[in-house]
T-cell receptor, first 117, second 111 residues
Framework: DTEVTQTPKHLVMGMTNKKSLKCEQH?????MYWYKQKAKKPPELMFV???????INESVPSRFSPECPNSSLLNLHLHALQPEDSALYLC????????????????FGAGTRLSVL | GDSVTQMEGPVTLSEEAFLTINCTYT??????LFWYVQYPGEGLQLLLK?????DKGSNKGFEATYRKETTSFHLEKGSVQVSDSAVYFC??????????FGQGTELSVKP
């Protein structure tokens, strides 16, 4: 089973709202990732959690706040977003933090399609 | 620097046609190489991988061979189906552990 589950599938929010995206995996993976993807473009890395600790923040604006409550769960808290933040947000996980080895293959969820009005 | 270059899309083919999507990379060393596929409205799925030179990855009728000499990993399929319509991404991990993607190639297969 290589399933990464993301909820909700769709989200519409105003610029003053606070919302959260959720990601869950039960593969025992120790690394989890958030990506942002615009239409027909490659995913852009936002955050990496390694063993439940934030290891990479790709200079993401503070209106995006990640959280890793345990090894199976990853949240992305959203606050005061801008219309240009509308995108598909993808979560991924890998057995170990990426280091170029095959066991670090990232498995992606189906994503949350976010619209900011 | 680290980069992946894919042929530009969209690529439009008739059903049962032969498919090639070119991918070349610039990297330090010889990283493992991947093809991911993204069907409409879905996330990315790993399609196939190759871990060393001359390895051939294959899955669902797709194949790609790791060519060290030409730093390429071209994706091929002998007979495409309408259900293969998707965006295809070539990728590898750089030495910093970041997954480097190509820009993606959209494939549209017509009946």
């Amino acid at each position: 089973d290589t399933e990464v589950t993301q909820t909700p599938k769709h989200l519409v929010m105003g610029m003053t709202n606070k919302k959260s995206l959720k990601c869950e995996q039960h593969m025992g993976h120790r690394a989890m990732y958030w990506y942002k993807q615009k239409a027909k473009k490659p995913p852009e890395l936002m955050f990496v959690y390694s063993y439940e600790k934030l290891s990479i923040n790709e200079s993401v604006p503070s209106r995006f706040s990640p959280e890793c409550p345990n090894s199976s769960l990853l949240n992305l808290h959203l606050h005061a977003l801008q219309p240009e933040d509308s995108a598909l947000y993808l979560c991924a996980s890998s057995q170990e933090p990426a280091g170029g080895f095959v066991k670090n293959i990232q498995y992606f969820g189906a994503g949350t399609r976010l619209s900011v009005l | 620097g680290d980069s992946v270059t894919q042929m530009e899309g969209p690529v439009t083919l008739s059903e049962e046609a032969f498919l090639t999507i070119n991918c070349t990379y610039t990297a330090t060393g010889y990283p493992s190489l991947f093809w991911y596929v993204q069907y409409p409205g879905e996330g990315l799925q790993l399609l196939l991988k190759a871990t060393k030179a001359d390895d051939k990855g294959s899955n669902k009728g797709f194949e790609a061979t790791y060519r060290k000499e030409t730093t390429s990993f071209h994706l091929e399929k002998g007979s495409v189906q309408v259900s293969d319509s998707a965006v295809y991404f070539c990728a590898y991990y750089n030495q910093g552990g970041k997954l480097i993607f190509g820009q993606g190639t959209e494939l549209s297969v017509k009946p």
